[in-house]
């Protein structure tokens, strides 16, 4: 069994930063294609961040530049380091597996003043 676990939502200021974490078990994030992904009410679920197995990332336009997908293969966890966060970032947050049906339960990101 697979399950992802999200943690790290919560309420911050625009310009502000937050750190989201993503608890894997039943799958390597190392050996997966590993991605977070936002919706907000009314909107499709859209990426955010996505890095392979090899290491590789990619963003959206949107968020490029302030956020930053990484992996720890020790603690076998997912983070998103969200810096610079505006209004628009408000969404729910979920941790998915690339190209598999697993994605976690999502963390609310709320950015308001």
């Known amino acids: 069994q697979v399950q992802l676990v999200e943690s790290g939502g919560g309420l911050v200021q625009p310009g502000g930063s937050l750190s989201l974490s993503c608890a894997a078990s039943?799958?390597?994030?190392?050996?997966?294609?590993m991605a977070w992904y936002r919706q907000s009410p009314g909107k499709q679920r859209e990426l955010v961040a996505a890095?392979?197995?090899?290491?590789?990332?990619n963003y959206a336009d949107s968020v490029k530049g302030r956020f930053t997908i990484s992996r720890d293969y020790v603690k076998n966890m997912v983070y998103l380091q969200m810096n610079s966060l505006n209004p628009e970032d408000t969404a729910v947050y979920y941790c998915?597996?690339?190209?598999?049906?697993?994605w976690g339960q999502g963390t609310q990101v709320t950015v308001s003043s």
């Open positions: 998915h597996v690339e190209n598999r049906a697993y």
């Open positions: 039943g799958i390597i994030v190392n050996i997966y294609p």
């Open positions: 890095i392979t197995s090899g290491g590789s990332r």
